[in-house]
T-cell receptor, first 117, second 111 residues
Framework: EPEVTQTPSHQVTQMGQEVILRCVPI?????FYWYRQILGQKVEFLVS????????KSEIFDDQFSVERPDGSNFTLKIRSTKLEDSAMYFC???????????????FGPGTRLTVL | TQLLEQSPQFLSIQEGENLTVYCNSS?????LQWYRQEPGEGPVLLVT?????EVKKLKRLTFQFGDARKDSSLHITAAQPGDTGLYLC???????????FGTGTRLTVIP
C-alpha cells in the first residue's frame, strides 16, 4: 500500500540554524500538507500546498517557514532560523484531491521529530 | 480558531468494558474525521463522517456525527488491549483545505 514517507525521522539542531524537513507524498496525490505537534499538545495545521503554490496557511506559518516542491516527488518544509519553540513532531500529509472533497482521506507520514537546542 | 475539545483527556479501563469518547465544538464542520495515533507515528484515519446524525461502524467502534455537525462521538464496545492509543478527532471547515485537530483522548485498556 502506498504511503507518505518522511526524512529524517529525528533532527537535532542548534537554535538559529536552518533545517529542511523532507517528505515524499503518495505519488498520484495532488494536495500536500504540513502539520506539527508539540509534545503533549494537539496536532496543528501549518500549511497546504497545491499546484506548486501555497493554498492555505495558519498563523503559525510565519516568514521563518517556507515550503517547496523541488522536483516531482519531494515536498519540503524549511525553517530558516530555528527557535526553541519549534521543537515538535512535524507531519506531512497528502490527499488525492484535497480536504475540500469531504470524502477525501489525508494520509499522514510517520513524522520528523525536530529538537532545537 | 476552530476549537475541538475532546473528553475525557485520559481514560483507563479494564478489558471488556465499553467506553465513549466525545469531540465537541461550537463551530460547524462539513465533516469530522477520527484518527488513531501510535507513539512516534503519524495519525491513521479510522473514519470520516459527513452528514449530520450519521452513524458509522467499524467492527467494535461506532462513530456518530451530531445532528448540528458540531460534535461527534466514538464508542468502543468490549475494549481490548489492542485498542490502547491516542484517539484524535479532526474537523474540516466548509471551503477550507486543512483539518483542525481535537485535543486527543489517550485510552489505556488494561488486560
Amino acid at each position: 500500500e502506498p504511503e507518505v514517507t518522511q526524512t529524517p525521522s529525528h533532527q537535532v539542531t542548534q537554535m538559529g540554524q536552518e533545517v529542511i524537513l523532507r517528505c515524499v507524498p503518495i505519488s498520484n496525490h495532488l494536495y500536500f500538507y504540513w502539520y506539527r505537534q508539540i509534545l503533549g499538545q494537539k496536532v496543528e495545521f501549518l500549511v497546504s500546498f497545491y499546484n506548486n503554490e501555497i493554498s492555505e496557511k495558519s498563523e503559525i506559518f510565519d516568514d521563518q517557514f517556507s515550503v517547496e516542491r523541488p522536483d516531482g516527488s519531494n515536498f519540503t518544509l524549511k525553517i530558516r532560523s530555528t527557535k526553541l519553540e519549534d521543537s515538535a513532531m512535524y507531519f506531512c500529509a497528502s490527499t488525492p484531491q484535497g480536504v475540500k472533497k469531504s470524502t477525501d482521506t489525508q494520509y499522514f507520514g510517520p513524522g520528523t521529530r525536530l529538537t532545537v537546542l | 480558531t476552530q476549537l475541538l475539545e475532546q473528553s475525557p483527556q485520559f481514560l483507563s479501563i479494564q478489558e471488556g468494558e465499553n467506553l465513549t469518547v466525545y469531540c465537541n465544538s461550537s463551530s460547524v464542520f462539513s465533516s469530522l474525521q477520527w484518527y488513531r495515533q501510535e507513539p512516534g507515528e503519524g495519525p491513521v484515519l479510522l473514519v470520516t463522517v459527513v452528514t449530520g446524525g450519521e452513524v458509522k461502524k467499524l467492527k467494535r467502534l461506532t462513530f456518530q456525527f451530531g445532528d448540528a455537525r458540531k460534535d461527534s462521538s466514538l464508542h468502543i464496545t468490549a475494549a481490548q488491549p489492542g485498542d490502547t492509543g491516542l484517539y484524535l478527532c479532526a474537523g474540516e471547515r466548509t471551503g477550507a483545505n486543512n483539518l483542525f485537530f481535537g485535543t486527543g483522548t489517550r485510552l489505556t485498556v488494561i488486560p
